[in-house]
């Protein structure tokens, strides 16, 4: 996002570049919730259970992503970014899924306030087992993504897309950077 106004980007630039990264991070892990989605229905399938749809793991795509970023907004395990690559991925993909799902406790215990149960009824009945499940597919998500995000932050976008989506048979030349470290 480069704006060449010394205020910096405007509103609508930051508001481009937030909706970007939120659809890039809801079709990543759209994928991923989807595709854990189809293995539940074929297997519950086995035992003629019925299963939910895949527009709880669209919106559910849509919810962690937000989270995400709120998360990025946080700073949250910016520390850690001096460190290996796989280690600040790997920390960083710990301390999102904690955000997760602390947003996850504290949906469930809304939802069972909506539905009135009060505060103690609400967090008894959780299913903390669920959650945990949730959280852990989420973590184990979240770890190449973050791997990938702390690479791109390394190498900067330009090198980091051209790395990833162009040619390196065409004959095209290297990146500037690459060529550096030869």
Same mark, same amino acid.
């Given at each position: 996002?480069?704006?060449?106004? &010394?205020?910096? &980007?405007?509103?609508?630039?930051k508001a481009i570049h937030e909706l970007k990264e ?8 759209? %994928? %991923? ?17 019925? !299963?939910?749809?895949?527009? %709880? #793991?669209?919106?559910?795509? @849509?919810?962690? #992503? ?6 990025? !907004? #946080?700073?949250?395990? +910016? ?12 920390? +960083?993909? %710990? ?9 996850? =406790? @504290?949906?469930e215990v809304i939802r069972r306030l909506v539905h ?18 949730? #959280?852990?597919? =989420? ?14 932050? =390394? ?7 051209? @790395? ?10 290297? &990146?500037?950077?690459?060529? +550096?470290?030869?």
């Amino acid at each position: 996002m480069r704006n060449n106004s &010394p205020a910096g &980007p405007g509103l609508k630039e930051k508001a481009i570049h937030e909706l970007k990264e939120l659809a890039a991070l809801f079709f990543y892990l759209a %994928f %991923f919730f989807c595709a854990l989605t189809t293995y539940s229905i074929l297997l519950l399938s086995e035992f003629h259970v019925q !299963y939910l749809t895949y527009t %709880f #793991a669209l919106i559910n795509a @849509l919810v962690v #992503a937000k989270v995400i970023l709120i998360g990025d !907004y #946080a700073h949250l395990g +910016k520390r850690y970014e001096g460190r290996s690559l796989f280690l600040s991925a790997v920390v +960083k993909a %710990f301390l999102f899924g904690l955000l997760v799902f602390a947003f996850h =406790v @504290l949906e469930e215990v809304i939802r069972r306030l909506v539905h009135g149960a009060d505060i103690a009824t609400a967090s008894r009945e959780m299913r903390i087992d669920q959650l945990l499940g949730r #959280a852990l597919v =989420v973590f184990c998500t979240l770890i190449p993504l973050f791997g990938f995000r702390e690479l791109r932050r =390394v190498m900067g976008d330009e090198e980091f897309h051209a @790395l990833l989506f162009r040619s390196r048979t065409s004959g095209e030349t290297e &990146p500037a950077s690459a060529s +550096k470290r030869l």
